[in-house]
């Protein structure tokens, strides 16, 4: 299994980006798929998920309104779009795939660095 981040770099506050997660290796319907982010010093935090059967959504409070997740099964890829993005967003960002049947099965990508700065 692979995930494969891509998509970040340096923006200025309250600039966007589209971040890409394309996972290969696993049937991708089945899986729910998260993105988190590490800040520097900080712990590893959930970002937002989305389901892969509905494809609910769920978000951190901290991007709630300014993120978007979404999901293409076609592509076997995941996004996030982030928009209004503030000096405290500054982080790795990894691409995570948790199997829907069996929550035990993680799949964690590289990760994606995304720092916003003037």
């Given at each position: 299994?692979?995930?494969?981040?891509?998509?970040?770099?340096?923006?200025?506050?309250?600039?966007?980006?589209?971040?890409?997660?394309?996972?290969?290796?696993?049937?991708?319907?089945?899986?729910?798929?998260?993105?988190?982010?590490?800040?520097?010093?900080?712990?590893?935090?959930?970002?937002?998920?989305?389901?892969?059967?509905?494809?609910?959504?769920?978000?951190?409070?901290?991007?709630?309104?300014r993120f978007t997740i979404s999901r293409?099964?076609?592509?076997?890829?995941?996004?996030?779009?982030?928009?209004?993005?503030?000096?405290?967003?500054?982080?790795?960002?990894?691409?995570?795939?948790?199997?829907?049947?069996?929550?035990?099965?993680?799949?964690?990508?590289?990760?994606?660095?995304?720092?916003?700065?003037?």
């Amino acid at each position: 299994v692979q995930l494969v981040e891509s998509g970040g770099g340096l923006v200025q506050p309250g600039g966007s980006l589209r971040l890409s997660c394309a996972a290969s290796g696993l049937t991708f319907s089945y899986y729910d798929m998260s993105w988190y982010r590490q800040g520097p010093g900080k712990e590893r935090e959930f970002v937002a998920i989305i389901r892969g059967a509905g494809g609910a959504v769920v978000y951190a409070d901290s991007v709630k309104g300014r993120f978007t997740i979404s999901r293409d099964n076609a592509k076997n890829t995941v996004y996030l779009q982030m928009n209004m993005l503030r000096a405290e967003d500054t982080a790795v960002y990894y691409c995570n795939a948790r199997e829907m049947a069996r929550v035990s099965t993680v799949y964690w990508g590289q990760g994606t660095q995304v720092t916003v700065s003037s």
